[in-house]
Structures are given as C-alpha cells and as structure tokens.
C-alpha cells in the first residue's frame, strides 16, 4: 500500500476498489492547463497570500483515471500520479500518449 495516497484516492479505493498508479516524468502538468480540459474537479487543496495558490488538485477524467497534481516546494515543480485501474492498462496508455501531445503543444 501506497502510505503516501491522498484521502481521497484511499476514499474513492474504498468504494471502486485498489488503484494502480503511475507517474509521468517526462512533463510537467500544470493546473492552469487541466483547467480547461473537460476532467471534473475532485478535490483541491490551496493557500491564500495575496491571491488564492493551488498547493494540491486531484481531476478525475471520462475514463474514470485520477490525476493528482501536487506542488513540490524544494523543487519548484508539480509533481504527478495518475491513478487507475489495472484493466485500464492499455486505455491509460493511449490517454497519457495524448496527454503529453497536449501539454508539448501548449509550450
């Protein structure tokens, strides 16, 4: 068991059972841009200074795949995992395929 697993991936295992995850090191997804994609929200985390900070975002998408985002203050970069089921494999690969087109389009 992944003791590091947000709440609410451990909440949603729960209900839907164990999932898998994966980390995509090859880019670095940022909320700004999965805001605009059509994943729902299902959970965030922020800080407030000046203006609200998002520190923590979890999207889940169509295919049911949990993305979570979290900032890495010593790095300076948002770290990510995407959650899924182990019969999602091949699904998932194909997604992050796309996922990754779509960020390296955004630079």
């Known amino acids: 068991m992944d003791i590091n697993k ?6 949603i295992e729960n ?6 995850v994966i980390t995509i090191d090859n880019v670095e997804m940022k909320p ?3 805001d605009k ?27 049911n ?5 979290k900032y890495d203050d010593v790095d300076k970069i948002w770290v990510n995992n995407i ?4 019969e999602q494999t091949s699904e998932l690969n194909f997604f992050i395929k796309q996922l990754i087109k779509d ?4 630079k």
């Not at 795949?65 to 985002?69: E, H």
């Not at 960020?103 to 955004?106: L, M, R, S, Y």
Request: charge should be positive.
């Open 65 to 69: 795949f949990y993305i979570y985002l």
């Open 15 to 20: 209900r839907e059972g164990i999932l898998s």
């Open 6 to 11: 947000p709440e609410y991936i451990k909440f």
């Open 103 to 106: 960020f390296k389009n955004v």
């Open 83 to 86: 959650y899924y089921k182990q």
């Open 37 to 63: 994609k059509t994943f729902e929200v299902g959970y965030s985390k922020s800080n407030y200074g000046d203006k609200i900070i998002c520190v923590e975002k979890i999207y889940k998408t169509k295919q």
């Open 32 to 34: 700004e841009i999965l």
